[in-house]
T-cell receptor
Framework: EAGVTQFPSHSVIEKGQTVTLRCDPI?????LYWYRRVMGKEIKFLLH????????ESGMPNNRFLAERTGGTYSTLKVQPAELEDSGVYFC???????????????FGPGTRLTVL | QKEVEQDPGPLSVPEGAIVSLNCTYS??????FMWYRQYSRKGPELLMY????GNKEDGRFTAQVDKSSKYISLFIRDSQPSDSATYLC???????????FGAGTILRVKS
């Protein structure tokens, strides 16, 4: 079974440009999460999709970030315009439908390393 | 104040040593506690999870949760060079909810 995949693995852009990150979750996983780790800090939650709906977007830093999940499958995270402080590693995770009594493991992708110059 | 505190290390031990990693947290609403392992340039991978207080053992790994002290631990017995990685504690209020991570501890096991 293929794991969570993310594209690109690394992106270098200049301040003010736009970047779009893509995440393909494990097939059949309803839940999709975005997290990011900026230099020297802990991994922090950005938002959570259940199928195509945003369940929790409390971690989105500002309106320069836009996340979508087309048809409840893959997701994109767009940063427009990018700022220096957006540099970091962006992780995507997915999990199955929540079932009472069963642990709902989040499976992580390898991350996209974003560098804003 | 951070919700989850974790010493970033690095922690360097000889092969075969017992490793103790721990985290403290401030939010008493956390119910599920996890340890993730992350190798360089990879995503975090779930190692252990525990619901509420108690101990859980899986091979060389033991996870402990003390909710009264808001303290969780991971013990690694007979550590191996292949255990060298960053170990992240994470916790959540409920199934499907966002994970709150510690900063991660870098572990190096020397052969």
């Amino acid at each position: 079974e293929a794991g969570v995949t993310q594209f690109p693995s690394h992106s270098v852009i200049e301040k003010g440009q736009t970047v779009t990150l893509r995440c393909d979750p494990i097939s059949g996983h309803d839940n999709l999460y975005w997290y990011r780790r900026v230099m020297g800090k802990e991994i922090k939650f950005l938002l959570h999709f259940v199928k195509e709906s945003k369940q929790d977007e409390s971690g989105m830093p500002n309106n320069r970030f836009l996340a979508e999940r087309t048809g409840g499958t893959y997701s994109t995270l767009k940063v427009q315009p990018a700022e220096l402080e957006d540099s970091g590693v962006y992780f995507c995770a997915s999990s199955q439908e929540i079932v009472p009594g069963l642990h709902n493991e989040q499976f992580f992708g390898p991350g996209t390393r974003l560098t804003v110059l | 104040q951070k919700e989850v505190e974790q010493d970033p290390g690095p922690l360097s031990v000889p092969e075969g040593a017992i490793v103790s990693l721990n985290c403290t947290y401030s939010n008493s609403a956390f119910q599920y506690f996890m340890w993730y392992r992350q190798y360089s340039r990879k995503g975090p991978e779930l190692l252990m999870y525990t619901y509420s207080s108690g101990n859980k053992e899986d091979g060389r790994f033991t996870a402990q949760v003390d909710k009264s002290s808001k303290y969780i631990s991971l013990f690694i017995r007979d550590s191996q060079p292949s255990d060298s990685a960053t170990y992240l504690c994470a916790m959540t209020r409920g199934r499907g909810n966002k994970l709150v991570f510690g900063a991660g501890t870098i572990l190096r096991v020397k052969s």
